[in-house]
């Protein structure tokens, strides 16, 4: 048995997984994210910690006969924990969907050429507010205090493994942008804030084993082998292991990717360093799920409601079209000013056509980066994997094969970051010889959505409008938000 966990964006998720990849136990605890601003996002590391530890303890006592290998985890990334010598908490952990850094980003990417960019990454890729070196020069300026007794900025795996096993360490992949493609830290980049280089945690492989679980801790002596960052470890797990296949992964955010060794630098596309084998092209949006949780909130209505409510709708009848950027936007546009928009409405425009637009505006911005990802990838495949929560309602995964035009591949386990994070323990304690292996035994797929051709048309003039109205709302965001300020 191992254990994978997933410390998500709005949840704690782990599960007990056997070697042929089935879900023997399941943990799955929400906790909350403080918005204090239309800028500040943040979330209380200790509620990480406190819930592991709970479902553990669950696991524990459920399977007493439970023979575990190996645990691993995989957590969100860009959301950044600034620790003082023994650990404890300096300030509420800065989560990837706050902009208050955006000011000191847009300082640091003015001084970096698009030739330096290429030659750490491989693609002109933006240093934007959601970057650690953004944020360490932040709280250097605004929390010089905080600033003098931060020994380490650590991502959220790497705080539960330290609270986990005492041991202090990250990976490379999780440090997405603060690494090159030997997979080292950028000395030139961490100069560019004096202090940075001093306060990040050493770097390991993400299946080297880097501690055991404490003595006084549910399945104490048990390793821990490192994992890494939810994106990547969730799109491993969807069968992204195999050369040029295409994964879409639907969470709090939309994140899409393709593993191919070939590259042609694309803007507004993140392209990791080579690990085992793998060289992952992906890009990430900024309010997927959390487009339809902000809908839901604003209408009181539960996700099955929403999806009641889509699945009644007429598609002879066109919805407005929705931008999803209700805090700005992550890939292909790096641009935190955007604002949301629904555009199309008219006196006969109800709760069923709003919530429907919602779907094919988030699966739209989803389109969009995935057109970037395969002139980046220079691949183009006529079906897609799919996982993560959203992609629980057959009426929204139908819209999606529609909009993609692509066969929908659904993967059996509903958490693809537990799925990967129990492959990465397989292969890091020696279960698996190497990552195809492990993969190969435990990724599987449950549902298919074949698309409508009859719709094919629609939704591609429908598109070229929602590009139309993008580019429109980049020229008028940053004005606007200075109305918000």
């Known amino acids: 048995m191992f254990i994978g966990i997933d410390v998500g964006s709005t949840a704690i998720k782990l599960g007990l997984v056997d070697t042929e990849g089935k879900l023997i136990s399941y943990f799955n605890s929400p906790y909350s994210t403080k918005t204090i601003s239309d800028e500040y996002v943040e979330q209380d590391p200790n509620d990480w910690i406190k819930l592991i530890l709970k479902g553990l303890s669950e696991f524990k006592k459920n399977n007493p006969r439970c023979q575990l290998s190996a645990l691993s985890m995989c957590s969100q990334v860009n959301t950044h924990i600034f620790v003082d010598e023994r650990g404890e908490v300096l300030l509420p952990a800065i989560f990837w969907q706050d902009t208050r850094a955006k ?69 490379p992949l999780s ?97 990791f360093p080579e690990d085992e084998g793998i060289k992952l092209h992906a890009g990430p949006t900024q309010s997927g799920g959390a ?72 699966t739209f911005s989803a389109k969009f980066i995935l057109e970037s990802l395969e002139k980046s990838a220079n691949c183009i495949n006529e079906e897609i994997n799919c996982g993560g929560g959203g992609f629980q309602a057959d009426i929204w995964n139908q819209i999606r094969a529609n909009i993609l035009n692509k066969k929908i591949n659904r993967l059996s386990i509903k958490d693809p970051g537990i799925l990967g994070a129990v492959g990465i323990a397989g292969y890091g304690s020696g279960t698996f010889s190497n990552i195809d292996e492990a993969f190969n035994k435990m990724t599987n797929f449950d549902k298919f959505y074949e698309p409508d051709q009859t719709m094919k048309n629609y939704y591609s003039d429908l598109f070229g409008i929602f590009k139309n109205i993008t580019e429109s709302n980049i020229k008028i965001s940053e004005k606007f938000s200075k109305f918000l300020r």
Request: glycine content about 8%; overall charge positive.
């Open 175 to 271: 440090n997405i942008g603060l690494v090159d493609n030997d997979l080292k830290y950028i000395d030139e980049l961490l100069s560019l804030v004096s202090g940075a280089a001093t306060k990040l945690p050493p770097l390991k492989k993400m299946t080297d084993q880097v501690g055991v679980i404490k003595k006084d801790l549910p399945f104490n002596e048990t390793k821990i082998i490192n994992g890494t960052m939810d994106a990547w470890i969730g799109i491993l797990g969807s069968g992204g292991f195999k050369n040029k296949k295409n994964i879409y992964l639907s969470g709090t955010s939309e994140i899409l990717g393709i593993n191919s060794k070939e590259v042609i630098p694309t803007p507004g596309i993140i392209i």
């Open 103 to 171: 000011v000191e980003a847009k300082e640091i990417d003015s001084k970096i050429s698009n030739k330096q960019k290429n030659s750490w990454w491989g693609t002109p890729m933006p240093i934007d507010a959601s970057h650690v070196i953004s944020r360490m020069l932040w709280v250097k300026k605004n929390k010089p205090d905080v600033w003098a007794k931060t020994k380490y900025v650590m991502l959220p795996k790497d705080y539960c493994i330290f609270k986990l096993s005492g041991e202090v360490v990250s990976d």
């Open 291 to 362: 487009s339809k949780l902000w809908f839901c909130n604003l209408f009181n209505l539960t996700p099955v409601e929403m999806n009641q409510l889509v699945t009644n709708e007429n598609f002879n009848d066109v919805a407005p079209i929705f931008l999803p950027h209700l805090q700005g936007e992550r890939a292909p546009l790096w641009d935190p000013n955007l604002k949301g928009i629904f555009y199309g409405m008219n006196s006969k425009t109800n709760k069923g056509s709003l919530a429907r637009s919602v779907y094919e505006g988030v």
